[in-house]
């Protein structure tokens, strides 16, 4: 039977948006900030709407808007915003979804919970699946999915990502999903980091890309592809068949300058670019 081009299409992995987390260049102008990130070859941005972030969360009604036009000018889009947002009841939650939403961003990614190790971890994640439950009836009302990124180090909930399997396994990705960081993953689980992907893949929301190496006993981020992170990730990225964003994380230049991290980001997008490639 000859293969015919639909048929091609269709055995083909998903094509994945890559977008740059924009953190450390967040004080460009929306213009400048949207010009640079094309040129990079970039398909969007993680954008920062946060406390600290490039737009505040009180500025959203005036100020997201402006962004998201700027970044249309040159075809790019808000592919996860990244968010203060990890509970329904935060006094600007409501707003800043709902004009997310209206803009067209399908995701947010929620503000981490902490654990506090002086009480039982599993009290603490049977009181936070309420707090999920209310968050749960908004993203369904705006249309919108909360993604959350697991962190490594015992402070935070979802660095072992088996309790973010138990607080989102009763919702569908379109209400919650994970961010898998592969880089917090190979932190917190070495050479079985394949399980904890195992365990995030029916929630995939977002996979969020980063290098490291150790320093004594503490991770230090480096450029990717200098590191840790086994690209062989990938090949478990195409195989589960996701076709949602990935996010590039430049973290190891903070002090350097909008210059610097740009140039990295150049640097980093094109060996992501060829490791999936390779996948």
């Known amino acids: 039977m000859a293969i015919t081009a639909t048929t091609k299409a269709a055995n083909s992995p998903p094509t994945n948006r890559i977008c740059a987390f924009v953190k450390f260049v967040q004080t460009l102008s929306y213009d400048e900030l949207a010009e640079r ?30 962004l998201v036009e700027a970044l249309k000018k040159h075809d790019l889009e808000i592919s996860v915003m990244a968010s203060s947002v990890n509970r329904a009841d935060q006094p600007h939650t409501e707003r800043v ?65 088996w309790d973010l399997h138990e607080l989102f396994r009763d919702y569908s990705t379109d209400e919650f999903g994970i961010a898998f960081d592969i880089r917090h993953a190979t932190v917190e689980a070495g050479l079985s980091w394949p399980v904890l992907f195992n365990v995030a893949t029916p929630h995939l929301g977002a996979v969020y890309v980063k290098d490291f190496v150790w320093e004594g006993k503490k991770p230090e981020n480096v450029p990717l592809g200098t590191g840790r992170v086994d690209k062989s990730f990938f090949t478990q990225l195409r195989k589960a068949d996701f076709a949602g964003p990935i996010s590039l994380h430049v973290e190891y230049l903070p002090e350097a300058g909008v210059a610097e991290n740009l140039a990295a980001m150049k640097n980093d997008l094109a060996t992501l670019k060829s490791w999936l490639a390779e996948a």
């Open 37 to 66: 990130i094309a040129d990079i070859g970039f398909d969007g941005i993680e954008a920062t709407i946060r406390d600290k972030g490039q737009i505040l969360p009180e500025q959203v009604p005036d100020e997201l808007p402006k």
């Open 97 to 161: 979804l709902r004009t997310a939403a209206s803009l067209g961003i399908k995701r947010y990614r929620m503000e981490y919970y902490p654990y506090d190790l002086n009480r039982p971890v599993a009290e603490q994640l049977v009181e936070l699946r309420s707090v999920v439950k209310d968050l749960a009836v908004m993203n369904r009302e705006f249309g919108i999915t909360g993604v959350y990124q697991n962190h490594s180090g015992a402070y935070a909930v979802g660095a072992t990502v």
